[in-house]
């Protein structure tokens, strides 16, 4: 018996000669996978069996180029680490009728899980209180694979796995994948993480080594920085624009490079958010990550392209008083809303995508999955192998259930449409805000087109204490007087992607996506107010209802 | 409305000079949380709010000594990585009245999980029959905090957390670790792992640098071996017997180190499985603990006591036709059967304990926690807080619920004692069928005490070939020789910690963890049946019926 989600459509056995319809024009149903599944090895969903991406992609790839070695790139770390030994013996468990003493596996017997239920909401209703009220209760059982119930259960998701990640959830992020960006080169392929944040330490460990400088957005995600830092491996920043960072500028630093200034040989690496950009907001379009992409096939570059907020791209903003624009009506249209990733153009090989639940479902799963060439990957798991073993079972089973299970890929599509307009909704309140209360004399602000946050430059050269007092002094000071009149936003010199370089702007982060509407406009009026005294501007007439 | 598990007992808000009852002197009773709860700070609850261990030890400590320091053994990356930056902000959050626009969490709005529910044993009803039959529902709602329902809640959980984990389960950690081992030095404290293998991996960058030999012994878990050999730290390698490793033996390596020889500095580091040890089973007793404990303080190494099999510690065997011996009847009788740890013996605080759920609960949460001085507890935490970020917080609300709210400290203990009993009865299904079916002119062994291996010992000098075959060909003969027989076991080869140092010994490694008992007795039997081939000697006749 198969529950709806999981219904295996007519299985192609060999694709390679095979036309599959392109996927974005065939019409999505509900809470049925899209797409075609290959019929897969059964033996792949057991208790800590290998699983390979390329068998879950759901068309043949090989007329494709294949991606460029990496090999000058890889660290002696990564390039040393054998794989588990251990699995040597695992050639001879086919052998029928074998009885092995060899893995040291607990039995699931001593697992105290009988069954795992999730409330969850059903496709198109998914508010919280929709989610009470229509929520449907989707459960796992403990032997659900050896009863023939579903190809997942509790005795397999709770006991040991592989670094790859299970082939259960693997098979969907594999199709997904290839749905979403489809890389233009023969040899990719997926790999769960526990995280970006440790697929960025693995990452590093991979492809740097100490005395290296890494390229990135002068404005940079700080546990980035702070990651790369202890490993020896600084930072060179590139200048941006209201787009991110910039081709030119960054052709030039790598063609002007002076290894002896920088005490550093010239960069093999950039990492890159190119979607809503932490700290800035700001989102590359399509054509700026296309030139991206040649500076970076210029120089050789291998890129880490991190895109947690991919999917937090945002309707066009109209203004305060223009009607809003309304949600994307087909899935299709949905994917080619979204700026296409520097994955989707990949044609090298040269891109390690990382991606995360953690924006469009929740952190605490902990998965995330990488896209790169099988070198990449293949040395990746290696390390997760011998470090953090893949992502927690309890997780990847909860994710299984509602994601393959029960949603879909269809249902899943949905649920990232509502969370665009929701999104949306929450940047307009704060842009809507800034218009209102803000002294544009000083502040201004390009409206964001993703993720989770909105940048306000300060002029800081009309500063009443400028150029007396430093940037970083007047900036201390701005921030500090914001508190005072009940607000926090965050200071731009705590995303420098290096510190000792100079700087000469100023800019303040302020997040829409955890507060509430209304506590999100007044926090901009009392952040305007502290402007209005900060640089002694007049009292905003119309709103001057301070308490200062 | 607190659940029966959680009953927060009468708060002591000041421990130093309250009298508390010795742990081991309380009667235990069922499903009530044991011992003494400090009244803790409510904020610590909150989402991604910092967890400090220290705060949950029930009673006062202070009147220990301090750990030694440890920056002479600490690695540069460890040394130069800053807290997280960020976290300036968060002093300013007490504020009363402030809005924040800082952090970029997620709202739990859009976390599709509206209800989790598990079904698990109620306490002494703990097998999966009985479980079927009378195991309860427990079940983590979506706003179970801010409805004063439960102090943990899928909200909280699923969102962001600390390096730490979440202080909700970090509190029923160390209250643990504090009742099993009661670490005799005052500032120690407890942080939560993605696992052991992930705290390996961290342990080593954080108190080791490339070049560097470390001390381990002679057969180990092939994974440690594979997790540092990458990072340019080998294994030196320690005789055992069948207590485990040879203090004088370790004792004599360090003093008569030779630097030049061995092109590696003295080592400073051990790693050790002093339980059920992977592969050989070897559990040290008490005073080999000590002794080693002493050697370790004459040559000022820091201890990694690597603890998967501590509860796994099980019945003294007694032998084929012998009575079994009955189950510890009190907590504290259980307590006191258990040898005691390295960290509870630990005055200058120069252990590393990792403990682990993995064999007790189950693989799949991948939490596991390490306990050892604050020096090295804030040492790993800062680089989890840039890595791993912390166990996923599905695993911890599932463990939460089950250990703390439902089971409680008692009904854990009564789980393990469960356990002991099920390892025993596996154990001994093999150490009689070794015992019916081996031939002991050529195989010899041990009962193991603890975790999840046995160890057998092949004459390898008895066998045809030798001298003429190296020890590695004639235990690859074997091997394939019991694969052959329909068996499969582990060649002690692949367990070298020091692959480059000689050996002459050969082992096979069989576990008792995974297979029913008639498998575990028909592989035995199989095994027997290849060794008097291999070894030329007569087919036995009692149960001379095999069928090669």
Same sequence: chains 1, 2.
Avoid at 202 to 222: I, V
Avoid at 306 to 329: K, R, S, V, W
Avoid at 450 to 458: T, V
Avoid at 478 to 506: C, P, Q
């Amino acid at each position: 018996m198969s529950p709806p989600g999981a219904i295996e459509v007519e299985a192609v056995t060999d694709t390679s000669g095979v036309t599959i319809p392109d996927p974005l024009s065939v019409p999505f149903k509900s809470n049925e996978i899209y797409g075609r599944r290959r019929k897969t090895d059964k033996s792949q969903w057991g208790v800590a069996a290998p699983a390979n991406s390329v068998n879950f992609r759901s068309q043949s790839h090989d007329h494709k180029p294949m991606a460029k070695r990496w090999d000058g790139h890889i660290s002696n770390e990564a390039t040393i680490r054998k794989g588990n030994s251990l699995k040597q013996a695992a050639k001879y468990l086919g052998k029928p009728g074998l009885i092995s003493l060899g893995g040291g596996l607990p039995s699931s017997e001593y697992f105290p899980f009988e069954q795992l239920s999730l409330k969850v909401p059903t496709i198109g209703h998914f508010s919280e209180s929709e989610t009470k009220d229509s929520g449907v209760t989707i459960t796992a059982g403990k032997h659900d694979l050896a009863e023939g119930k579903a190809i997942f259960d509790i005795s397999t998701a709770f006991n040991y796995g592989q670094g790859s990640g299970s082939a259960q959830l693997l098979r969907w992020i594999t199709e997904h994948t290839e749905m979403v960006h489809n890389p233009p080169y023969s040899d990719w392929g997926c790999t769960m993480t526990v995280g970006s944040t440790s697929a960025l330490d693995m990452a590093l460990r991979m492809l740097s080594k100490p005395g290296d400088m890494m390229l990135s957005e002068e404005y940079t995600f700080a546990t980035a920085v702070e990651t790369a830092l202890p490993m020896g491996v600084r930072i060179a920043g590139i200048p941006m624009d209201s787009e991110g960072l910039l081709p030119e500028a960054m052709d030039s630093i790598l063609s002007n490079w002076d290894a002896k200034a920088r005490n550093a040989s010239k960069p093999h690496l950039l990492y890159t958010v190119p979607s809503g950009q932490n700290p800035t907001g700001a989102t590359q379009g399509a054509d700026r990550r296309r030139a991206i992409y040649r500076v970076c096939q210029k120089h050789n570059i291998y890129i880490l392209e991190d895109e947690p907020y991919y999917f937090l791209q945002m309707q066009p903003y109209t203004g305060p008083n223009a009607p809003d624009i309304p949600p994307p009506t087909s899935h299709a249209e949905f994917l080619k809303s979204l700026v296409p990733s520097l994955l989707s153009m990949d044609v090298d090989g040269r891109v390690m995508r990382l991606d995360s639940f953690s924006k469009v479902l929740s952190p605490g799963s902990r998965i995330g999955w990488i896209t790169a060439s099988e070198q990449i990957i293949k040395t990746y798991q290696k390390h997760a192998d011998v470090s953090t073993q893949g992502p927690a079972g309890m997780s990847q089973l909860i994710l299984w259930k509602l994601l393959d299970e029960h949603w879909g890929h269809p249902g899943f599509f949905d649920w990232l449409i509502h969370i665009r307009m929701e999104y949306t909704r929450r940047r307009d309140v704060m842009l809507n805000a800034c218009a209102k209360y803000l002294p544009t004399e000083v502040v201004s602000w390009a409206p964001p087109m993703a993720g989770m946050f909105h940048w306000l430059k300060i002029e800081h050269t009309k500063h009443p204490d400028y150029p007396v007092k430093s940037i970083e002094k007047i900036e201390e000071e701005i921030f500090l007087r914001v508190i005072h009149h009940g607000a926090l936003v965050m200071r731009g010199s705590w995303f420098y992607a290096n510190a000792d370089e100079k700087h000469n702007t100023l800019f303040f982060r302020a997040t829409y996506a955890a507060a509430p509407a209304e506590k999100i406009e007044e926090a901009i009026r009392r952040l305007g107010e502290a402007l209005r005294v900060e640089f002694k501007l007049e009292t905003q007439e119309k709103n001057g209802n301070g308490k200062a």
